[in-house]
């Protein structure tokens, strides 16, 4: 045990686990400089690895969010709990360009567990998430492909909200414009329930049988016309998750990496919400790869959210055929996070080593069967999709028509908490029209441990909550 120097342990205990008081919360009101920080506060959980948490006013919810999709072993995991101990009496930090022995092992790992040809690519890390991953690709990008500084990336497509990816990301509400918009080129994802190209039969993330893949035929005509030269690189989520829970159909994403592949154009999968097991694989080009035996796998990776189950930590996969950056090219004082990369050396053992990933794909299962039935008597229920615990539930006013029925999904959102239980919500999207939000999915994304048990009870709750919020609209 560790012993303080200069405080008592129990001076430490107060000014993190003491219940906070009224005062405390009033004053955080006016310090706090985002006005979105919701009424509930979390305080933890139940006990430690659950896929509940608390709240200060008493109730235990059942998280299907995992917290934005990072929490992949619970709440509060004890073994990452004891992973952090360990690591922060050995190195917390370093300058990044210090190697240490976690570091080793963490670039080892990442190398050995990556996808296709990914698999003993070059890893970097950082400790801010997904955007900075995405930024490293980025330069990686200009310092491998020195032909322009413009990128593919996808409509309803989300890439983070630092200032370089916000122009990359679906259009937010939010009171500024992006920055650097002439870098990003927007191509059509293929989201088959809503084909622009009016296919009507692409359901569950599959596609018509009758489509002859348009938007990838666009995606190579926006190429080959491309006015200022060759784009050097494609970002694309190979699922789309803040979009709408979106997989892209395996010929779309063989027919990407071919055509990038013949322009050179360096191919980026954004894994950070399908990365470290949430499909029921480790990767999403795994998932791929065993259910078509296809390699989609990209030439850079970038990954985040339950990389490390609950710690902060971004990281980006290179294939070995690309240049190294400098450390200029890539620096920030806190790119080297031991405890964010021992949480995720000790993620990745358990995610091997007890059956998480089946348990994924078995509960993942069990709750998409579940909406499947359930959508015979509720015809709200448009398109449920997958895989694993990635799961998506679209709700529309008319089967036929398929317009989305936000309203619907809003009062859900708060119906479910009122039964106990938090589910996500797609993120708002600005209709072309300007000023309109269509949101109307619903996310079920809970931790990768959930068991039998705590699995029929989100079905109980999700059918509770449809039908009592379908009665009050
Ligand atoms: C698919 C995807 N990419 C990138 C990001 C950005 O990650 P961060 O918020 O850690 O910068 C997110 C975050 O939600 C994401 O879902």
């Not at 796998?297 to 996969?317: E, N, Q, R």
């Amino acid at each position: 045990m560790v012993e303080p120097r200069y405080l008592k342990k129990e001076d430490i205990e107060r000014i993190l686990t003491y219940p906070l008081n009224e005062e405390e919360l009033l004053i955080c009101r006016r310090h706090h400089l985002l006005t979105n920080a919701r009424d509930h506060v979390i305080t933890g959980s139940p006990e430690p690895g659950s896929v509940y948490f608390k709240t200060q006013d008493g109730q235990e919810i059942l998280d299907c969010t995992s917290q934005a999709w990072v929490y992949n072993l619970g709440h509060n995991n004890p073994d990452i709990s004891y992973a952090i101990y360990i690591q922060s009496q050995q190195v917390t930090h370093s300058w990044s360009h210090f190697l240490n022995p976690v570091r080793v092992r963490f670039c080892n790992k990442i190398a050995e567990i990556s996808p296709g040809q990914l698999k003993g690519g070059k890893v970097s890390v950082n400790n801010s998430g997904g955007g900075a991953a995405l930024e490293c690709a980025i330069r990686l990008s200009l310092i491998n492909n020195k032909k322009g500084n413009q990128f593919i990336v996808f409509r309803r497509g989300y890439h983070g909200a630092n200032l370089v990816m916000m122009g990359a990301s679906q259009r937010l509400p939010m009171r500024f414009e992006a920055w650097g918009k002439e870098h990003w080129v927007k191509s059509f994802f293929p989201y088959c329930y809503r084909c622009p190209w009016n296919y009507k039969e692409g359901y569950e993330g599959k596609r018509d049988k009758s489509c002859n893949l348009e938007c990838l035929e666009f995606f190579r005509e926006s190429i080959e016309m491309y006015p200022t030269g060759t784009p050097i690189g494609c970002i694309i989520e190979p699922m789309q998750g803040p979009g709408g829970q979106i997989p892209a159909p395996v010929d779309f994403l063989i027919g990407l990496k071919a055509i990038c592949k013949n322009n050179k154009i360096i191919l980026i999968y954004d894994e950070a919400q399908t990365g470290f097991g949430r499909t029921g694989k480790m990767f999403a080009s795994d998932w791929y790869h065993s259910i078509y035996n296809k390699d989609v796998s990209p030439d850079i990776m970038t990954l985040t959210k339950g990389a490390a189950a609950g710690i902060p930590i971004g990281i980006t996969v290179a294939s070995q055929k690309l240049r190294t950056l400098t450390e200029f090219e890539e620096h920030s004082t806190f790119s080297s996070p031991p405890l964010a990369m021992a949480a995720c050396l000790v993620n990745v053992e358990i995610l091997q080593k007890n059956k998480i990933l089946e348990n994924v794909e078995k509960q993942g299962n069990k709750i998409t069967l579940f909406i499947k039935d359930l959508s015979e008597e509720i015809p709200e229920i448009g398109d449920i999709r997958g895989p694993g615990l990635f799961i998506g539930v679209e709700f529309v006013k008319d089967r036929k028509s398929r317009e989305p029925h936000n309203k619907l999904l809003e009062s859900l959102i708060h119906i479910a908490w009122k039964n106990g239980i938090f589910f996500g919500e797609q993120m708002q999207i600005i209709a072309s029209t300007g000023g309109y939000f269509i949101q109307n999915i619903l996310k079920i994304k809970p931790p990768l441990i959930i068991n039998d048990e705590e699995t029929d009870r989100v079905c109980e709750l999700f059918e509770k909550s449809v039908k009592e919020t379908i009665n009050s609209l």
